[in-house]
């Protein structure tokens, strides 16, 4: 003869066990679903931190381009390289000569189109010492130039302060420039220290 607690667990066992079986039978994933969900979480092909990049030409250097994190993604679209934490980039002249530079906090490096897009307290300097500081600003290696539809504010190595609304375009060195649309220009004057 069979206890009544015997019994009690039998039908608790019976319960979870039918329980068990209509749970592991009533999930079904939609293939569509799960192809959206991989798509939405597409994970870089290759990372590093704290990366240095050297780009040469000829075997001469052009560019030094340090970052502190480098995401590479593949993606059916468009091939991109991802620099979520910023840049640090230098360029050299022929003579191995450093003659400027991009600082930006994010970038994103399409290199099938050669494009290069800065993002966030991105600031230029050239050979001369005139620096172009703005919030966006677009490289096209291929035309050798750089560009922003952004405001952007220039200090020339002679203390000239202008700010320009709709953005500016500039060669790849950020020697010759055009801004689009003045708003106020004004000239620094520094005392002398005794």
């Known amino acids: ?23 592991l039978f009533s999930c079904v994933n939609n293939p569509d679903d799960v ?10 092909v290759e990372w590093a931190d704290d990366i240095e990049i050297i780009y040469s030409e000829a075997g001469k250097m052009k560019v030094l381009m340090r970052a502190p994190r480098m995401e590479k993604y593949v993606d059916e679209r468009e091939n991109y390289t991802l620099l979520p934490k910023g840049i640090n980039a230098v360029f050299f002249d022929a003579d191995d000569q450093e003659n400027s530079s991009i600082k930006a906090g994010y970038a994103i490096e399409y290199p ?8 966030y307290n991105v600031q230029v300097i050239n050979e001369n010492g005139d620096t172009l500081n703005t919030e966006y600003l677009t490289w096209d290696r291929n035309r050798q130039l750089i560009f922003t539809q952004s405001s952007v504010r220039i200090v020339t190595h002679e203390n000239e302060v ?18 689009k649309q003045v708003k106020e220009s004004s000239l620094l004057i520094k005392e002398e220290e005794d």
């Open 1 to 23: 003869m069979e206890s009544d607690s015997h019994k009690f667990l039998r039908k608790i066992l019976s319960i979870t066990t039918l329980l068990g079986a209509v749970m």
């Open 35 to 44: 192809r959206a969900v991989k798509q939405d979480r597409q994970l870089p």
């Open 112 to 119: 099938d189109k050669k494009l290069v897009e800065a993002r």
């Open 162 to 179: 202008i700010y320009g609304e709709n953005g500016m375009e500039a060669d790849e060195r950020f020697t010759r420039w055009r801004i």
